[in-house]
């Protein structure tokens, strides 16, 4: 599986992006597609993800203001909503597969300043 995202950049505080990742190959083979992400000086996190079966699970921080979609098997888009500095990080597509392992896309910057 290849995974293009898009859909970074500059916003102020309060703002919105939404951010939209591209699968393309085997999708079939995937269990989970989400976001991760990673700000200057600390670790990758996870920020959402959505398994095949449509749960998801958000992590503490952007719970009720970012929220995670597809629209068909092989996209995900993450709608962020009230952005704040502390959101300013570079964001990463990746996906899970059922057999293990996992694939990652290129990042896409997203930084909230005024």
């Known amino acids: 599986v290849q995974l293009q995202a898009s859909g970074g950049g500059l916003v102020q505080p309060g703002g919105s992006l939404r951010l939209s990742c591209v699968a393309s190959?085997?999708?079939?083979?995937?269990?989970?597609m989400g976001w991760y992400r990673q700000a200057p000086g600390k670790q990758r996190e996870l920020v959402a993800a959505m398994t095949s079966g449509g749960g998801t699970n958000y992590a503490d921080s952007v719970k009720g203001r970012f929220s995670i979609s597809t629209e068909n098997t092989n996209t995900v888009d993450l709608q962020m909503n009230s952005l704040e500095p502390e959101d300013t990080a570079v964001y990463y597509c990746?996906?899970?597969?059922?057999?293990?392992?996992?694939?990652w896309g290129q990042g896409t910057q997203v930084t909230v300043s005024s």
């Open positions: 990746t996906v899970t597969y059922y057999s293990g392992g996992s694939t």
């Open positions: 190959g085997n999708i079939l083979s995937t269990n989970t």
